[in-house]
């Protein structure tokens, strides 16, 4: 029977040999979903996979790609953004 704190949704089961043939169970933090873009949902790259605590423990320029809008929107959609605002400027 796992301890209370393993049983909750966010834990992820590892099975690992033991010493003697014998199988145990590890658990383990579950990935965090890919980063995406807040116009079009595209994946974005530049930005780290992984716990929001593992996260702020990098460094600024770790953290999203230094650019406008970088690890908010991709690439295309601040070139189009760029663009409207260009014109209605």
Known sequence: MPAPRYKSGSSK?????????SSIVH???KKQSKAVCGACGALLNGVPRGRAVEITKL???????ERAFGGN???KCVKK?????????
């Not at 953004?81 to 400027?89: D, E, G, L, S, T």
């Open 81 to 89: 953004m760029m663009v409207i605002k260009a014109r209605n400027f």
């Open 59 to 65: 460094a600024k320029t770790q953290k999203r790609p």
């Open 13 to 21: 089961k590892v099975y690992r040999k033991a010493p003697g043939n």
């Open 27 to 29: 658990y383990r933090r």
């Open 73 to 75: 929107l991709c690439p």
